[in-house]
């Protein structure tokens, strides 16, 4: 099990506001950054935020992250039929020393 | 343009042994840790360890310490992870991918296609 967890699912209409939740403490979250990945059904892991908030080239501007205390939240603004995907936060866990990935989201566009 | 690709699919017999690979390509493979993450059928994302496969420095999750060898071969470019023997429970697919960052800043930016790996009688 994971020690930073996120909600199993989460859903919208295409269009809608999106807003994913990511729970840790204070050896990881809490004190370290924050990174965003989508997974499509059947591929690799791809990077959509990190350092809690940063986009790399190429990941439209409707993903957003942010961070507080030892909680980070993804936002996907209008969604869309491609952002059906499994997402997952991760940090690096001082105590553990030890990289922690959430324990994952699946979004859902009804 | 940075690529990794990984070996194909395995399957294989409890107790035996197995190596995958994860080439790297389109930049200086040796200034970059290679890091290897499982993902279980139905399940999430576990980081296994990294590598730096300029002086094969390893580090290992407590949780896969003893379990999988993670090395490289710099002079082509490769990493590998490796069981001695496998069992039932190593059914997964296995991704490389590369560090980008500090330790408490890191990421991973560039990801293998997976190989999957099979264990069963």
């Known amino acids: 099990q994971s020690v930073v967890t996120q909600p199993p699912s989460a859903s919208g209409t295409p269009g809608q506001r999106v807003t994913i939740s990511c729970s840790g403490s204070?050896?990881?979250?809490?004190?370290?950054?924050v990174n965003w990945y989508q997974q499509l059904p059947g591929t690799a892991p791809k990077l959509l935020i990190y350092?809690?908030?940063q986009r790399p080239s190429g990941v439209p501007d409707r993903f957003s992250g942010s961070k507080s205390g030892t909680s980070a939240s993804l936002a996907i603004s209008g969604l869309q039929s491609e952002d059906e995907a499994d997402h997952y936060c991760?940090?690096?866990?001082?105590?553990?020393?030890?990289?922690?990935f959430g324990t994952g989201t699946k979004v859902t566009v009804l | 343009e940075v690529q990794l690709v990984q070996s194909g699919a395995e399957v294989k017999k409890p107790g035996e042994s197995l190596k995958i690979s994860c080439k790297g390509s389109?930049?200086?493979?040796?200034?970059?840790?290679i890091g290897w993450v499982r993902q279980m059928p139905g399940k999430g994302l576990e980081w296994m360890g990294i590598?730096?496969?300029?002086?094969?420095?390893?580090r290992y999750s407590p949780s896969f310490q003893g379990q999988v060898t993670i090395s490289a071969d710099k002079s082509i470019s490769t990493a590998y992870l490796q069981w001695s023997s496998l069992k039932a429970s190593d059914t997964a697919m296995y991704y490389c991918?590369?560090?980008?960052?500090?330790?408490?800043?890191?990421?991973?930016?560039?990801w293998g296609q997976g190989t999957l790996v099979t264990v069963s009688s």
């Open positions: 204070s050896s990881n979250i809490g004190s370290n950054t």
């Open positions: 991760a940090a690096w866990d001082d105590s553990l020393n030890g990289y922690v």
């Open positions: 350092s809690n908030n």
């Open positions: 991918a590369r560090r980008f960052g500090v330790v408490t800043g890191y990421y991973f930016d560039y």
């Open positions: 389109g930049y200086s493979f040796t200034n970059y840790w």
């Open positions: 590598i730096y496969p300029g002086d094969s420095d390893t």
